[in-house]
């Protein structure tokens, strides 16, 4: 073989072994990022729904990418109406916080219930005397025992 063979021939060599080695470190990369995703949040959010004129349904959802405590209360709250009733479902309470509010909140605090993603919980229902508006929030921690 001549000089300038083998010079050409170690190029090739050289330049595969770099091609194979950036394409080895490439799928390396490509694997550790789908075989270990990063973790999820959760997103408890509070929903209303108005079923019919005067009454509405509170529920719990999930919206985030892991699970989520049940240990939050909903506070609830309108204007121009008086509650008629309320009721607390699947381990909530609601306790009357004044003429125009409600908290539902677990019957067991901290509950340790979870929420998975995209799951949701009925936790109560209000009916007013007039057909209003309502308006929900979630309160956690301390506050969301008191009412």
């Known amino acids: 073989m001549t000089p300038r063979a083998k010079k050409v021939f170690l190029g090739l060599f050289v330049f595969d072994a770099i091609v194979i080695a950036a394409l080895i470190y490439w799928l ?4 550790a990022k789908t075989a270990a995703p990063a973790a999820g ?7 209303l729904r108005h079923l019919e004129a005067k009454l509405t349904e509170v529920d719990l959802v999930n ?6 405590s049940l240990d939050v209360a909903a506070d609830i709250s309108w204007q121009d109406s008086d509650l008629d009733r309320a009721e607390g479902l699947a381990g909530f309470e609601e306790i ?3 003429r125009m509010s ?4 677990p019957h067991h ?3 340790g219930e979870q929420l998975s993603p995209g799951e949701s919980r009925d936790i109560g ?3 007013l005397k007039d057909d209003a ?7 956690t921690g301390p506050a969301a025992t008191q009412p």
């Not at 390396?28 to 694997?31: E, L, P, T």
């Not at 919206?63 to 989520?68: L, N, R």
Request: cysteine-free.
């Open 28 to 31: 390396a990369n490509r694997h």
């Open 41 to 47: 949040k959760p997103d408890i959010q509070v929903m």
């Open 63 to 68: 919206k985030g990418t892991a699970p989520g």
């Open 96 to 98: 009357d916080t004044g």
């Open 102 to 105: 409600a908290r539902f909140h």
């Open 109 to 111: 605090w901290p509950s």
């Open 125 to 127: 229902w209000v009916q």
């Open 133 to 139: 508006p309502i308006h929900a929030e979630i309160v």
